[in-house]
């Protein structure tokens, strides 16, 4: 991911074995890191059995927020592609009942949103 990419808030892939170093802790019995994006120092991951929000805080980033999401309170999610001129895939993810997306993430080109998609799709509409 380009640091230019990084700075504007897109989010670019983490291979599985650098996330399970950093956030195997986090991991539930049986439970497998699937895909995972990080967002300058932020970091979020689908799981076989949830979404995994890290939120690094404050100006030397040494407080942390993990947020858990269970698939099933996710009630809706959308996939934009990137255009011609307009670089950056977006995902946003409805959790619960609520009118505006709770999650909103920016994609560099280096990341597949159909896979992004695909992962949400399968754990959500199951």
């Given at each position: 991911?380009?640091?230019?990419?990084?700075?504007?808030?897109?989010?670019g892939s983490?291979?599985?074995d650098?996330?399970?170093?950093?956030?195997?802790?986090l991991?539930?019995?049986?439970?497998?890191?699937?895909?995972?994006?990080?967002?300058i120092?932020d970091t979020?991951i689908?799981?076989?059995?949830?979404?995994?929000?890290?939120?690094?805080?404050?100006?030397?980033g040494?407080?942390?927020?993990y947020?858990?999401?269970s698939?099933?309170s996710?009630?809706r999610?959308?996939?934009?592609?990137a255009g011609?001129?307009d670089l950056?895939?977006?995902?946003?993810?409805w959790?619960?009942s609520?009118?505006?997306?709770s999650i909103?993430?920016?994609?560099?080109?280096?990341?597949?949103?159909?896979?992004v998609?695909?992962v949400?799709?399968?754990?959500?509409?199951?």
């Amino acid at each position: 991911m380009g640091l230019l990419s990084a700075l504007l808030g897109n989010a670019g892939s983490v291979s599985q074995d650098e996330l399970k170093k950093s956030y195997g802790g986090l991991l539930t019995e049986g439970e497998e890191i699937e895909l995972g994006f990080k967002l300058i120092r932020d970091t979020f991951i689908f799981t076989n059995k949830r979404l995994i929000l890290v939120d690094k805080q404050g100006l030397t980033g040494s407080k942390t927020e993990y947020k858990s999401i269970s698939y099933k309170s996710i009630s809706r999610f959308s996939i934009e592609t990137a255009g011609t001129f307009d670089l950056d895939a977006e995902l946003k993810i409805w959790v619960s009942s609520e009118q505006h997306p709770s999650i909103k993430k920016q994609f560099n080109k280096s990341v597949n949103v159909y896979d992004v998609q695909r992962v949400l799709a399968h754990h959500v509409l199951k």
